[in-house]
T-cell receptor, first 114, second 111 residues
Framework: ETGVTQSPTHLIKTRGQQVTLRCSSQ?????VSWYQQALGQGPQFIFQ???????GRGNFPPRFSGLQFPNYSSELNVNALELDDSALYLC?????????????FGPGTRLTVT | DAKTTQPNSMESNEEEPVHLPCNHS???????IHWYRQLPSQGPEYVIH???SNVNNRMASLAIAEDRKSSTLILHRATLRDAAVYYCILLGASGTYKYIFGTGTRLKVLA
């Protein structure tokens, strides 16, 4: 069983640029959630996708957007990067309707905005 | 979204039991109690979850108060590998299954 993978591992961008982060869900999972984790804080929910449709969103501006593909891989796009966007970005996959809503997290992408 | 309150940090000696408390006084009747932990430089990993009854698995035990306003994660014999940030999370049974993380409890295990 393949776990959740994310790419790239690290990324450095300049303020105002755009970035795309990628996530490959665990096999058989139909839901992916994205979280932002600032240094020393707990992860903050950005949004969730279920069967390619957004299924809920946290308190993040529209410049944070996402996609989920038929093979359940996913992308997080952030436009007009700001310094405060520097964080660890985590994706988590789960099987909605399956076993007790367990989410399986990837190792994260560390984004630094300069 | 119901919130949880945990101590910022705790210490334990290796091979001793650890009791990690969590308060969730605004929990609703359908909220599940989930525990995750985050080892250094890794994403969070599932530990255990429960609704009303106490639960055991190979990693830990979860003790839930009768009024469900608090719970305790029990590590029966702490090892150095258990040093992590432990998060107590409430998860509603409808809509978006999103986790609301707090700042968690940083567990330090002393050799």
């Amino acid at each position: 069983e393949t776990g959740v993978t994310q790419s790239p591992t690290h990324l450095i961008k300049t303020r105002g640029q755009q970035v795309t982060l990628r996530c490959s869900s665990q096999s058989g999972h139909n839901t992916v959630s994205w979280y932002q984790q600032a240094l020393g804080q707990g992860p903050q929910f950005i949004f969730q996708y279920y069967r390619e449709e957004e299924n809920g969103r946290g308190n993040f501006p529209p410049r944070f957007s996402g996609l989920q593909f038929p093979n359940y891989s996913s992308e997080l796009n952030v436009n007009a990067l700001e310094l405060d966007d520097s964080a660890l970005y985590l994706c988590a996959s789960s099987l909605l309707g399956g076993k007790a809503y367990e989410q399986y997290f990837g190792p994260g992408t560390r984004l630094t905005v300069t | 979204d119901a919130k949880t309150t945990q101590p910022n940090s705790m210490e334990s000696n290796e091979e001793e039991p650890v009791h990690l408390p969590c308060n969730h006084s605004t929990i609703s009747g359908t909220d599940y109690i989930h525990w995750y932990r985050q080892l250094p430089s890794q994403g969070p990993e599932y530990v255990i979850h429960g609704l009303t009854s106490n639960v055991n698995n190979r990693m830990a035990s979860l003790a839930i108060a009768e009024d469900r306003k608090s719970s305790t994660l029990i590590l029966h014999r702490a090892t150095l590998r258990d040093a992590a940030v432990y998060y107590c999370i409430l998860l509603g049974a409808s809509g978006t299954y999103k986790y609301i993380f707090g700042t968690g409890t940083r567990l330090k295990v002393l050799a």
